[in-house]
């Protein structure tokens, strides 16, 4: 069976690309190929920056031959009708078959697909796929209508079998398929052609080209950590520049040199940032002192000087960039040591948001914030309040203009050098984080409360002026922002009571867009009022937004900070259920833990939800929210049927039966047990003793009729059924539990 | 054709270069004698990108970017500054060949240099263009920009050009072996006079720094601004049919000065510090409007193909 070859040789292919590219070849030719009924053993795909490749083994020679039957008009159909169907069928009205069915007799049509060669398949298929690739960004060239990431040179498509190749013949805008390819660029100019996928990764790799992007990271991994270590340092791991420099050679040569002298003294993550993304540059550790000493760039050829040509020029052209960078840490020093107030200053000129005011505001806002929320994290308010307000000084500095992923990295480094206590420098650099998903979260009580400020300004920001995520866009990244206070609030067990704080954030942002004549829309607002019962507040607002906006008194100012306060913490617990999700805790359990006051200490829904949750997965468990549905159901009914709750006064004086006494027995003593562990908090302890209660409530039903003749005897009962709903609902509202 | 000799200074590298294009078929041009920001802003690139006319140039550009200015302090760093540039439409087949010869034609050995094309996709948002291509790296430092316009002026270029972006004095400084730029040999070092780039240059640096930076009259720099940008809008209001001659004339080019200037004012108000950052978007977005209005308008002309369709 043959075996497939394609290659798409074109100019240089942006190295971020190119995996992407070849597993996309591979997928929509495999595709194409089944779908037209061929099948093949294994496929494998290849990138490099000239070329994507595909190699498909053991492929079926042809697709087969299909019939199908199709059924036709009646006997005796009008002769429209027959033609239309004879010509949708291509077949002759001679060559149909009459038969006869439950609802007639009918013309049947037996169509015949011819097989086709795989060649003629992959011939028609090939230039498809090309014309529609699906690349991120094309482009086209000279004159032509073709569309490919850059122009496209040429075409090698073949099918070899054991008695030799055959070339697949096609051609896309004025290209021909064909057998040849080109080597290394600069090592092995001109075109040579092959014959099978060994022949030709055997004459690339003579033409100085390894053709799998696996292979070359690997070797330019090898060469660099072998390199690295024989000088008896290490080279600093970076996944995503290793594949880049993958991408951008075809015959990867590793190269060490040397940083000047004048250069070791900046900080490692400038060295690396500087070297990382205007040279991809490795950068060399020595393992003893922690500095940055060389660098390690990955060439594209062999020289006959052993690139000593090459390492001269990587190296000058660093030490221009190095010179820019130590330009810009001198002078940052100068204004560091001199305490960073120019920076601070020109915070003022920048703006944040055009309703939000400039990064001074929101800076002096977050100060405020962190100052109060301290003391809830074990840190000291003055101390907070000091590091918020040099927190974001280095955004003015010329490295962070120069290097905008070094924010708060040099904002560390800087407040060192203005004489700043350690754990005040920290925040410049911890108060951003977490910035994804699993990054660790600040624990310094310091960075925490600075965090927690940083996080809850913006947020409280954006929705005092409405500018909320909706489906895909988050331009603000607000939902990282609120992940961010879960994550740091959960994993410091911090006790904050986030209604509060979201109402006292809300308040400057209020003061600002008060006096804007686009008073923020809040519509959201009156809707969560609604939501949560506060008809009254909702009703007051609308009617004075109707009435006299902007101009708004303090009854209407407190209803649309309520309201806006409610809204962004339903959001929290959006995020909180998102977040839960991956604990494997189910959203129904969170909302039966939401349903208990207070619903904005995250911890403690936390922890009520994680009991709740680790009680259902047990067989007590599932067994006794069976039990306790059962009591509330019979009491809704009951409740419903009479028009009178039964919440009160069950008294073991009227109870009839053991079970009904042993009943109110455990309950009691489930009650006296609950009560201090709700007071400690420990829900686990809570559940466990409300698992006692399954063996009593079972045998309760069993032998007790609820409904009885006896009007006290069914109300006690009655009566009774509510205290378990009681009980068993002192740590969540089981209601809310689904199934 | 391949001069494999060093180039011995500044001047020779631009002659070489012209030499060497003019050889490929280029028109050799002159500088646009206006300020600007790049070569790009050259009709000979802007507007005769556009269009189904073929097209063939290259020319030095003396560029200015005033907020590059280091009072002629820095080895690389200059606000005045030369771009050589080449604009090839239809783009060859074989333009990165061609390219690459340009630079063994000034003495950069392929068989000891490491040159890589790495992505760089190209956008200027005061031209409404955007195409993709290339920094040329050698041996780590870009050399040039290789672009395939894709749009210019918010229209689709078809057929699609090649642009070619040399920065002079960087590439110079690599192959003439300075790490201080003022200290080029700008003409022959053996000549009676021998001048350095810094002979050249330096007080000019100075002296436009100062000025950019702290003296320029921003309200006399802003009415500038406005009075190019109502001048390019009257100036294409005009009917096309001139009522002296009688002749049909579309004034795409003195239009597409005023967008020039205006754009230039911008970058020296940029310069000045009195541009804020929600402003600049405002007024980037302004000089694109005109180079859009102009590029209108160049289509309708012969240069611009109108006829040749």
Redesign the interface.
């Known amino acids: 069976m043959p075996d497939l070859l394609l290659e798409l040789f074109s ?2 292919i ?3 690309m190119q995996r992407k590219a070849a597993d996309d070849l591979k997928r929509l030719v495999t595709d194409g190929l089944v779908e037209a009924g061929l099948t093949y053993a294994s496929a494998g795909a290849f990138a490099t ?1 000239r070329r994507l490749v595909l190699t498909v083994e053991d492929l079926t020679e042809a697709s087969p031959t299909t019939t199908e039957e199709r059924r036709g008009p009646k006997v005796g159909a009008p002769d429209k009708a027959m033609e239309g169907f004879l010509r949708g069928a291509g077949v002759a009205r001679e060559d149909l078959e009459e038969r006869e069915d439950k609802k007639g007799r009918f013309y049947y049509a037996r169509i015949t697909t011819e097989g086709r060669p795989a060649a003629a398949i992959i011939a028609e298929m090939v230039p498809q796929v090309i014309r529609n690739f699906p690349w991120t ?1 094309s ?5 032509g209508s073709l569309r490919w ?3 496209l ?1 040429s075409i090698l498509c073949l099918l070899n079998r054991d008695d030799g190749a055959e070339v697949v013949k096609f051609e896309v805008d004025g290209i021909p398929s064909g057998n040849t390819t080109e080597g290394h660029r ?1 090592m092995a100019p001109g075109r040579f052609s092959v014959t099978s996928f060994e022949d030709y990764t055997a004459k690339l790799k003579r033409a100085f080209v390894v053709l799998s992007d696996e292979d070359r990271a690997e070797a330019i991994w090898h060469d660099a950590t072998t390199m690295a270590f024989a000088a008896g340092l290490e080279v600093v791991d970076d996944k995503g520049l290793l594949a880049e420099v993958a991408g ?2 075809e015959w990867p040569v590793v190269l060490m040199g040397e940083i000047g002298a004048d250069f070791l003294d900046l900080p490692a993550e400038v060295l690396q940032t500087s070297m990382r993304e205007h ?3 490795f950068s060399v550790r020595n393992p003893a002192t922690g500095r940055i000493e060389r660098f390690i ?1 990955v ?3 062999d ?3 052993q690139g000593a ?2 390492i ?3 190296a ?3 030490s ?1 960039r190095l ?1 820019d960078a130590k330009f810009f840490w001198d002078n940052d020093l100068r204004i560091a040591r001199d305490g960073m107030g120019d920076w601070r200053e020109s915070l003022k ?3 944040f948001e ?1 309703r939000l005011g400039s990064q001074s505001e929101r800076v002096e806002r977050i100060a405020a914030l962190a100052r109060e929320i301290a003391p809830m994290v074990g840190a000291d308010p003055t101390a907070a309040e000091t590091a918020a307000r040099i927190a974001k000084a280095d955004l003015s500095s010329e490295m962070v203009f120069e290097f905008p992923e070094l924010q708060g990295i040099m904002g560390k480094y800087y407040a060192l050098e203005a004489g700043l206590d350690a754990e005040i420098a920290a925040v410049a650099e911890e108060h951003y984080a977490p910035l994804g998903p699993t990054d660790d979260v600040p624990t310094a009580p310091l960075s925490v409360a600075v965090a927690l400020a940083d996080k809850l300004d913006l947020l409280t920001g954006f929705w005092a002026i409405d500018e909320k995520p909706t489906g895909s866009k988050d331009p603000f990244a607000l939902r990282r922002a609120a992940l961010g206070v879960i994550r740091i609030v959960l994993d410091g067990d911090h006790r904050i009571q986030l209604e509060a704080a979201i109402s006292g954030a809300l308040v400057p942002h209020q003061e600002r867009i008060e006096t804007d004549d686009t008073f923020a829309p809040y519509d959201d607002a009156i809707q969560a009022l609604y939501d949560h019962g506060r008809d009254d507040d909702a009703d007051a607002l609308t009617q004075s937004v109707a009435e006299n906006l902007p101009s708004w008194h303090d009854p209407e100012r407190n209803a649309w900070n309520a309201g806006k306060a409610l809204n962004l913490l339903s959001f929290f617990h959006d995020r909180l259920k998102v977040h839960l999700r991956a604990e494997n805790i189910r959203h129904d359990v969170i909302d039966a833990a939401l349903a208990k006051p207070p619903t904005d200490d995250l911890t403690l829904i936390v922890a009520r939800a994680r009991a709740l949750q680790a009680f259902l997965d047990t067989p007590e468990g599932e067994n006794l929210i069976q039990g306790y549905r059962r009591a509330a159901n019979i009491l809704t009914q009951a409740e419903e049927k009479d028009g009178v709750e039964y919440r009160y006064g069950a008294d073991v004086k009227f109870a009839e039966t053991d079970e009904e006494r042993a009943l109110f027995k455990a309950l009691e003593a489930a009650n006296t047990a609950i009560a201090p562990a709700l007071k400690a908090e420990d829900f686990a302890a809570a559940m466990s003793q409300m698992a006692h209660l399954r063996g009593p409530i079972d045998a309760f039903f069993e032998a007790v009729q609820v409904n009885a003749d006896n009007d006290i005897i069914r109300r006690n009962r009655l009566n009774l059924l509510h205290q378990i709903t009681e009980t068993c609902g002192a740590v969540a509202d089981l209601t809310r539990l689904e199934g | 054709m391949a001069d494999l000799t060093t180039p011995r200074s500044f001047q020779e590298i631009i002659l070489r270069l012209q030499a060497y294009w003019a050889e490929k078929g280029c028109a050799i041009m002159q500088p646009y004698d206006m300020e600007v920001g790049a070569g790009t802003f050259h009709p000979a690139t802007t507007l005769r990108s556009l269009g189904t006319r073929p097209w063939s140039a290259a020319y030095v550009q003396p560029s200015r970017r005033p907020t590059d200015g280091r009072y002629g302090d820095s080895p690389n760093r200059w606000q005045h500054y030369y771009q050589f540039q080449v604009i090839i439409k239809p783009s060859p087949p074989d333009l990165q060949e061609i390219y690459l010869g340009s630079l063994r034609a000034i003495g950069i050995d392929m068989d000891l240099h490491d040159i890589r094309f790495v992505e760089d996709d190209w956008e200027s948002p005061t031209l409404g263009a955007w195409g993709l291509g290339w920094e040329v790296w050698c041996d780590g430092m870009e050399v040039s920009q290789f672009t395939y316009f894709q749009q210019v002026g918010g229209h689709d270029c078809h057929p699609v050009s090649g642009e070619l972006t040399y920065g002079l004095e960087r590439l110079a400084m690599y192959v003439l072996d300075c790490d201080d730029g003022n200290d080029m040999p700008f003409n022959d070092p053996d000549a009676t006079i021998p001048l350095t780039y810094g002979d050249v240059f330096r007080e000019a640096e100075a002296q436009y720094a100062r000025w950019n930076f702290d003296v320029a009259d921003t309200d006399v720099l802003l009415q500038h601004f406005q009075d190019a940008e109502a001048e390019c809008a009257r100036i294409l209001e005009q009917p096309a049919d001139d009522p002296k001659t009688g002749r049909h004339i579309i004034m795409a080019l003195p239009a597409y000065d005023q967008a020039i200037k205006a754009s230039h004012v911008f970058n020296l108000l940029d310069a000045r510090g009195v541009i804020s950052v929600t402003e600049r978007q405002a007024y980037i977005g302004r000089v694109r409007a005109l180079t859009k209005m102009c590029a209108d308008a160049f289509v309708q002309t012969d240069a611009g193909g109108a006829t040749a369709r």
């Open positions: 100019e240089e942006p190295a971020r920056p960004k482009m086209r060239w000279g004159s990431v850059r122009p040179h600069f951008l050679v040279q991809k540059f760039t060439a594209n050829r020289t006959a000087d040509t090459i001269a020029g990587n000058k052209v660093l221009a010179a000129s920048v703006t055009r």
